[in-house]
């Protein structure tokens, strides 16, 4: 094992104390589960549909169901562009279900260093919770989503780790960011076409009167044809 695969499991370990020794007044245990299908139309052209399922209130209550439909171009083996319509189905307080709608737009670089691959991705997204996109009241939010990704492939496993930050943008009170998630797991790929994801993440708001930090456990499957 080379010199870069220790630096990740060194930075891993520090970031990962740090959000454990973070004080939140609200703890929750949650669990993703999510099956993620694309086909492949050409070399650089994909469409992609998403399907998750969040569990919270420590795995008690289904707090989301989520269904994505998106598009995917891929300039070459580096770099993609990516256009997202993503549906949630989310609980409220008064344990009726909302339906918020997203729209969001993703760059994804991707280079190798020792080894080591190294995802950078850029997401811009507006979300609201009606059922129309353009929302006149100002009930609409958006955000911008830096995230890096670490992942060392190691026969059919790929272990990773990744960071990324929340920035509300055109927010009408100060709020730099709006949470942070840290989350480290691995790919298993049974062949080209199925592949598993399993990871555990922290995710911690920020900037609110009851901070809330997640625990999270997410399982997905992947089929690629």
């Known amino acids: 094992m080379n010199r870069a695969w220790y630096y990740i499991i060194i930075l891993s370990s520090i970031i990962f104390c740090f959000f454990r020794a973070a004080t939140a007044q609200v703890n929750d245990a949650n669990m993703w589960t999510g099956v993620e299908i694309e086909k492949k139309i050409s070399q650089s052209l994909s469409f992609e549909y998403v399907h998750e399922t969040r569990f919270n209130e420590n795995i008690t209550e289904t707090g989301s169901i989520i269904n994505e439909l998106g ?46 691959e190294i995802d950078l991705r850029l997401r811009v997204q507006s979300q609201q919770k009606n059922i129309i996109i353009i929302d006149s009241d100002g009930n609409t ?85």
């Open 141 to 225: 939010k958006y955000a911008v989503r830096p995230r890096i990704t670490l992942k060392y492939p190691i026969l059919k496993f790929s272990p990773y780790f990744n960071f990324e930050a929340y920035f509300p943008v055109f927010y009408n009170e100060y709020k730099p960011i709006d949470k942070l998630r840290f989350a480290i797991g691995t790919e298993y790929s049974f062949n080209k076409k199925n592949s598993f994801d399993l990871k555990y993440m922290i995710q911690k708001e920020l900037y609110t009167n009851n901070p809330v930090t997640d625990f999270i456990l997410s399982l997905s499957y992947n089929f690629k044809f």
């Open 71 to 116: 598009v995917n171009y891929r300039f070459n083996k580096k770099s993609r562009i990516s256009v997202f319509y993503r549906l949630n189905y989310q609980r409220q307080l008064n344990n009726m279900y909302i339906p918020i709608n997203r729209v969001y737009f993703d760059y994804l670089y991707k280079t190798n260093i020792n080894n080591v």
